[in-house]
């Protein structure tokens, strides 16, 4: 008999607090068994967003295989962030794991018969299940060791540590990123947060691909963050990372963007220091040269090369989306020396863009067409930070990041 699901989920709450990272899995397929399920099975999504792997700890989770995120029910659900269905027996129900409008996985129910109260109570576990593996992943290896496929790099290490989520919003703002490569990432890091009616966004890219360009770009988001924490200006922050490059890194550069989106006017603020100007995406098409600016000297060189930072601003539409890249996404070069470049990067987002796709799902697939172009072995490190601004609407950011659940009645193996 199932029990009801407000004292079956307040139970799981409860017992969630003590519970370590490894007892997470049973403690959800119990839950799942109490609200009159056969079972329940955790999925998290790989580093590179490649495979859905089962976090183990429960006996349905144990020898199951990875699922690939392109052509299975599962990845469907994680890259529409929608609930499928797969009616081969038993029953089964595929549903995404969402950290606020962040992706992390799937959860994989199986039931003798499925009621509408019973995809009401899988979807609440899977709120409730998604919240708790992100509430223990800052003090686990486990949910991280489960998300990767080998070793990082030490420098990969460092950055990814700082890293924030890679993507956040809210009813007014979103923000989405990927970084790649991922396992040996070193001079690329990207921020965004949310802070007293503004949206901020930063990304850096380090000279050289190795530990000190790992520490350079370390000590670039420290120093945003620090200025910006303290009621700093986009000068200061770009002041800072000069002194702190200059001081501590003598002659180590590091090109950036830092940028302010108030999310009640829509002004965009920004500075470039050196870095290739953001993109203003307005209607499924760029606006050519909205964004660009005179260019102005990297950071690190010290007082005296730059007098003073160049604050730029534009007024955007509702609607409009900004897109910060470094150089390594236009200019990975194929096999035959071809590179991948500006124009075939605008056209793949505009179009993932148009076709409804959420940002997370187009940033994702341009980045695996990228490591596609240059078949799989980047020389340079690759980061896209894509911000949408969508105000004055109740659901817009469910529109746009798909976060919406539906069933469907499609067969495993459908894509």
């Keep these: ?41 955790v999925y998290l999504a790989d580093v590179q967003e490649d495979q859905l792997v089962p976090l183990s700890g429960t ?10 995120v392109e052509g299975t029910v599962a990845g469907w659900a994680y890259r529409t962030m929608s609930l499928r269905l797969s009616r081969r027996h038993p029953l089964t129900v595929w549903l995404p794991l969402v950290d606020g409008i962040a992706r992390i ?39 991280s060791r489960t998300t990767r496929r080998r070793p990082m790099t030490t420098a990969a290490e460092m950055v990814w540590a700082f890293l924030p989520p890679r993507t956040l919003g809210t009813d007014t703002v979103t923000s989405s990123a990927v970084l ?13 947060g949310l802070d007293d009616g503004r949206l901020h966004l930063t990304v850096v890219d380090a000279m050289g691909h190795d530990l000190a360009a790992g520490l350079a770009s370390a000590v670039a988001l420290a120093g945003c963050r620090a200025t910006r924490r303290a009621g700093g200006t986009l000068a200061d922050i770009a002041d800072r ?67 003073s ?25 194929s096999a035959t020396g071809r590179r991948f470049g500006e124009d075939r990067l605008v056209d793949f987002v505009t179009r993932s863009l148009a076709a409804g ?11 695996h067409a990228i490591l596609d172009h ?18 004055n609407t109740d659901n817009t950011t469910r529109e746009h990041t798909g976060t919406g659940l539906r069933s469907d009645s499609s067969t495993a193996g459908s894509s």
């Design 1 to 41: 008999m199932a029990e009801e699901p407000g004292a079956a989920l307040a139970l799981f709450l409860e017992r969630s607090h003590a519970a370590s990272p490894r007892e997470i899995p049973q403690l959800v397929d119990q839950t799942a068994r109490r609200l009159g399920m056969a079972s329940a099975v």
């Design 59 to 68: 006996t349905e989770g144990q020898g199951e295989a990875a699922l690939a």
């Design 105 to 143: 996985g799937v959860l994989r129910v199986t039931a003798d018969q499925l009621t509408p109260a019973l995809l009401d109570g899988a979807t609440q576990l899977a709120a409730v299940t998604a919240l708790t593996i992100v509430s223990k992943s800052g003090f686990s290896d486990l949910f």
């Design 180 to 192: 790649e490569p991922a396992y040996e990432v070193g001079g690329d890091a990207f921020d965004h």
């Design 241 to 307: 990372i000069d002194e702190d490059l200059h001081r501590w890194r003598p002659g180590g550069l590091l090109t950036g963007v830092f940028a302010h989106l108030d999310l009640d006017t829509g002004q965009l603020s920004w500075i470039n220091a050196g870095h290739p100007p953001p993109l203003l995406i307005r209607a499924h098409h760029v606006v050519p040269g909205r964004l660009e600016a005179h260019g102005e000297l990297p950071l690190g060189l010290g007082p005296g090369y730059q007098p």
């Design 309 to 333: 930072r160049t604050v730029h601003r534009a007024q955007l539409e509702p609607g409009d989306r900004v897109l910060i890249h470094t150089d390594g996404i236009t200019e990975a070069r």
């Design 357 to 367: 796709e959420p940002a997370p799902e187009a940033l994702r697939r341009l980045i």
């Design 374 to 391: 240059h078949h799989a072995q980047l020389q340079d490190d690759a980061t896209i930070v894509l911000a949408e601004w969508h105000p």
